[in-house]
């Protein structure tokens, strides 16, 4: 049991982070010189800070996920979880490929929408997980408001 509990929380560990390293990849390829050449907020971070907090990030969303896993086995949130991560690196593609502010503003709507929904229903099933989620929460909420500020600045 505790082989299959540590190797479940590799799996879920890698689904988390290798989903969103296609929008990094896309990021990192169509970004410029587009990016620079739109007008961004005074409060928009540089660069290098979106790394380190989105890698904490998923990591936190990894551990969360894997306690309801290990804990209640919920399958109707586990799907939920991987659904929502596609929205989440799907953003990356829309905004920095597609250069589509408008509809990643949308996107990243409904990812927030799915960060409350997985918060509540973690709030039920493993108060951990329920924890675990708040730096999402809030640094998708500051992406939220980065976002429409980008938007109507362009």
């Given at each position: 049991m505790t082989k299959?509990?540590?190797?479940?929380?590799?799996?879920?560990?890698?689904i988390?982070?290798?989903?969103?390293?296609?929008g990094s990849y896309v990021t990192s390829t169509y970004k410029e010189p587009w990016y620079s050449?739109?007008?961004q907020p005074s409060f928009n971070p540089p660069s290098w800070v979106?790394?380190?907090v989105w890698s904490i990030?998923?990591?936190?969303?990894?551990?969360?996920?894997?306690?309801?896993?290990?804990?209640?086995?919920?399958?109707?949130?586990?799907k939920i979880y991987f659904i929502h991560l596609f929205f989440n690196s799907i953003w990356s593609i829309i905004f920095f490929g597609f250069h589509s502010i408008g509809l990643a503003l949308i996107n990243i709507l409904i990812i927030l929408i799915f960060i409350l929904f997985l918060m509540k229903e973690?709030?039920?099933?493993?108060?951990?997980?329920?924890?675990?989620?708040?730096?999402y929460l809030i640094?998708?909420?500051?992406?939220?408001?980065?976002?429409i500020s980008i938007y109507f600045l362009n």
């Amino acid at each position: 049991m505790t082989k299959n509990k540590y190797l479940s929380f590799i799996l879920i560990f890698f689904i988390t982070f290798a989903v969103p390293a296609i929008g990094s990849y896309v990021t990192s390829t169509y970004k410029e010189p587009w990016y620079s050449e739109i007008i961004q907020p005074s409060f928009n971070p540089p660069s290098w800070v979106f790394a380190p907090v989105w890698s904490i990030l998923y990591a936190m969303m990894s551990l969360a996920i894997w306690q309801v896993w290990i804990n209640s086995f919920n399958k109707k949130i586990i799907k939920i979880y991987f659904i929502h991560l596609f929205f989440n690196s799907i953003w990356s593609i829309i905004f920095f490929g597609f250069h589509s502010i408008g509809l990643a503003l949308i996107n990243i709507l409904i990812i927030l929408i799915f960060i409350l929904f997985l918060m509540k229903e973690y709030f039920y099933l493993n108060k951990l997980s329920f924890y675990l989620m708040f730096p999402y929460l809030i640094w998708t909420s500051f992406a939220f408001i980065l976002n429409i500020s980008i938007y109507f600045l362009n």
